[in-house]
């Protein structure tokens, strides 16, 4: 399984981004799919997973700020990002779990500057 992430940048406080994240290779139907995100000296953290049936859940800090959704035809994860805020500075992570075995992908950089 790969998982290929695009859509990271730099952004301007208060902006929005929208990465996204498509997986190939072996699949399982049913797997959860989401993000993870890395801050410069911080332990990764969860942002927010989707499963095949569309149940997602977010971490608090981006709750009403960020949607995760996913188009299930085309193994393809999106992150929308908004209200950004410096503190979301960090790789992105996207991530799939099936019951086998979890995978990550390369990761992608978003900056937020003031």
């Known amino acids: 399984v790969q998982l290929q992430a695009s859509g990271g940048g730099l952004v301007q406080a208060g902006g929005s981004l929208s990465p996204s994240c498509a997986a190939s290779?072996?699949?399982?139907?049913?797997?959860?799919m989401g993000w993870y995100r890395q801050a410069p000296g911080k332990q990764r953290e969860l942002v927010a997973t989707i499963t095949t049936g569309g149940n997602t859940n977010y971490a608090d800090s981006v709750k009403g700020r960020f949607t995760i959704s996913r188009d299930n035809a085309k193994n393809t994860v999106f992150l929308q990002m908004n209200s950004l805020k410096l503190e979301d500075t960090a790789v992105y992570y996207c991530?799939?779990?099936?019951?086998?075995?979890?995978?990550w992908g390369q990761g992608t950089l978003v900056t937020v500057s003031s």
């Open positions: 991530t799939l779990q099936t019951t086998a075995a979890g995978y």
């Open positions: 290779g072996r699949l399982f139907n049913t797997n959860i």
